[in-house]
């Protein structure tokens, strides 16, 4: 008899162990990032809708920062440029000021990731923003992958922009920064925001770089037009395989014509 309820004793115990040891795999594959997510850019609307007025905030800040923690985009009615920094949303306005932005706000367009650094490159001269464009691309591992792009430094020159928020009827992207706000800074020290992204997400995203900047003591910043980067300064990339996207299933989104090549407008718009 003694024997048999070691026996069973012995049973019950193993049983035990068996389940603790599924219930702490299962716990700590819950925990474990995904390695999936953290390769995606994830995307709210597309940039051509943009371009055509759509405006409207589709998706709540809250919402976007469960995909990233670094990126760029705009809010409702195209209410300034958004830079997304260690996971928090900030908002240059037309204003020329910058502010933290609640989880409630919304956004009809952005892209997001979360950054970890794959790859380096530094400038070997002085660079405004088209060279800095052309000669940094000739440095990527290649041209047709996704990268968000991180530097930080002491930048001679940045002129950035930020457009005030539209009314309805809604203006088209190139209408409306027809009266954006433009500033240009002397030897500000900051961090550059950012993706590039290939040719053949021409419609979707904006082809090449796409940057945003914002100072270290959060008083200045949007949407780089123009800037120098200093030689020797570092660009950070993150290599980003996969990419996710959120449309729009109502509104403005769902009635616009996005056939036509809208290039031309987006490279006036964008520069």
Known sequence: MEMDQKFFLGIILAVV????????????????????????LYQVSTIDALMLGVFDGVQPVAELKK??????GTFDALDGEMIVLDGIVYQAKADGHIYTVDDNEMTP????????????????????????SSEMEKQLPTGNMIYAVRMH????IMKVRAISAQKKPYPTLSEAAKNQSIYTYSDTTGTIVGFYTPVFFKSVN?????????????????HIL???????????????PRFSMALPTSGDFTGIDLSKDLSGDLAKVEK
């Open 17 to 40: 162990i068996v389940f603790a040891a599924s219930a702490i795999f299962i716990n700590l594959q819950k925990n474990a990032p995904d390695t999936a997510e953290e390769d995606t």
């Open 67 to 72: 995909y990233g923690d670094f990126g760029i």
């Open 109 to 132: 367009f952005a892209t997001v990731t979360h950054f970890t650094r794959d790859h380096t490159a530094t400038t070997g001269a002085p660079m405004n923003f088209s060279i800095f």
């Open 226 to 240: 123009d800037l120098t980067v200093p030689v020797g300064t570092t660009i950070e990339y993150d290599i980003t």
């Open 153 to 156: 430094g002491t930048f001679p």
């Open 206 to 222: 904006v082809p090449g770089y796409h940057l945003h900047y914002l100072s270290d003591d959060h008083a200045t910043g949007g």
